[in-house]
């Protein structure tokens, strides 16, 4: 059986870590930035324009600021509608993890779908983010507002609610109090409750 988890974060929460260390334990693929390149690629413009370029746009959370880049509504809209075909593509090929990008709302139809939030106190976000993300603190509390801020105006613009709306959730998880290992095996465990995985 084919089953998707689709897990959506706050900046700072180490979600993408989490993320990948539940692929690893399920061996399932993980699906990220991947995502942005092959829309990129489909629709033949330049990952610059979809997602984070450092050489164009001066930093590396650009992308997270802007996930469908700075261009104009049109192009967003394209964007994102091109992004739900690869994204309902690769969860109808093979069992998977997928990070951010309205994924929750664009697999609602789909029975097999876990969807999980990943939160953490600010204390333990900043921590993250001067330890891990090799940010000063000040930057981090920047980043942690922006990049909030940025995502959940994403989600709302494009799935009507917000990434930590409760009515969308099926699980969700501090990783500040569990870690990322305990966060991740957390997770592999409900799913494989949920999905019968043996």
């Known amino acids: 059986m084919k089953y998707t988890i689709v897990l959506n974060r706050q900046f700072g929460s180490l979600g993408r870590q989490v993320a990948q260390k539940v692929a690893q334990l399920l061996d399932i ?11 990129a690629k489909k629709m033949g413009v330049p990952v610059s324009k979809i997602s984070d370029s450092e050489e164009s746009h001066g930093g590396k959370f650009f992308g997270m600021q802007f996930p469908l880049g700075n261009g104009s509504s049109e192009l967003k809209d394209q964007i994102f509608d091109e992004q739900e075909r690869i994204i309902m593509n690769l969860a109808d090929k ?27 106190s600010y204390g333990s976000r900043i921590k993250n ?3 891990v993300l090799d940010l ?3 930057e981090a509390l920047k980043r942690i507002k922006e990049v909030d801020k940025a995502r ?8 009507k609610y917000l990434p930590n709306d409760m009515n969308h959730i099926h699980v969700m998880l501090d990783s500040g109090t569990l870690g990322v290992e305990g966060t991740a095996e957390a997770i592999v465990s409900v799913a494989k409750k949920k999905f019968g995985i043996e």
């Open 29 to 39: 693929e993980y699906y990220d930035r991947d995502i942005v390149d092959a829309t």
């Open 94 to 120: 093979s069992s998977c993890i997928v990070v951010g990008r309205c994924a929750d709302y664009v697999l609602r139809n789909n029975e097999n779908v876990l969807n999980v939030f990943i939160y953490a």
């Open 129 to 131: 983010c001067v330890d």
């Open 136 to 138: 000063a603190p000040e």
């Open 152 to 159: 959940d105006a994403y989600h709302m613009k494009y799935a």
